[in-house]
């Protein structure tokens, strides 16, 4: 699977960006997917996952902030950031996580997010 983001971009304090990944096949069988990020001298970590069947999960730092969804029908796997930060300043990276007898993970080019204070 590879899998494209795309949306990023420079915004103020305050402001909304909504990231996309674009996946190069159908999602419908891959069970979980989700966005992470890597802040400056900072390790990767979560942002949001949502599963096959619609289940999400948020870091607490995003939480009531951002939104992510899926369109199995587009391949396609959005995340809606709002009231964004200086500290979600990070490059974003779309994952696909697929579990059958091994599970396989996908990792797609990051896209930058600049929040300026």
């Known amino acids: 699977v590879q899998l494209q983001a795309s949306g990023g971009g420079l915004v103020q304090a305050g402001g909304s960006l909504r990231l996309s990944c674009a996946a190069s096949?159908?999602?419908?069988?891959?069970?979980?997917m989700g966005w992470y990020r890597q802040g400056p001298g900072n390790q990767r970590e979560l942002v949001a996952t949502?599963?096959?069947?619609?289940?999400?999960n948020y870091a607490d730092s995003v939480k009531g902030r951002f939104t992510i969804s899926r369109d199995n029908d587009k391949s396609t796997v959005s995340l809606q950031m709002n009231s964004l930060k200086p500290e979600d300043t990070a490059v974003y990276y779309c994952?696909?996580?697929?579990?059958?007898?091994?599970?396989?993970?996908?990792w797609g080019r990051g896209t930058l997010v600049t929040v300026s204070s």
């Open positions: 994952k696909a996580r697929l579990v059958g007898i091994l599970v396989s993970e996908y």
């Open positions: 949502i599963t096959n069947s619609g289940s999400t």
């Open positions: 096949r159908s999602i419908l069988n891959i069970n979980t």
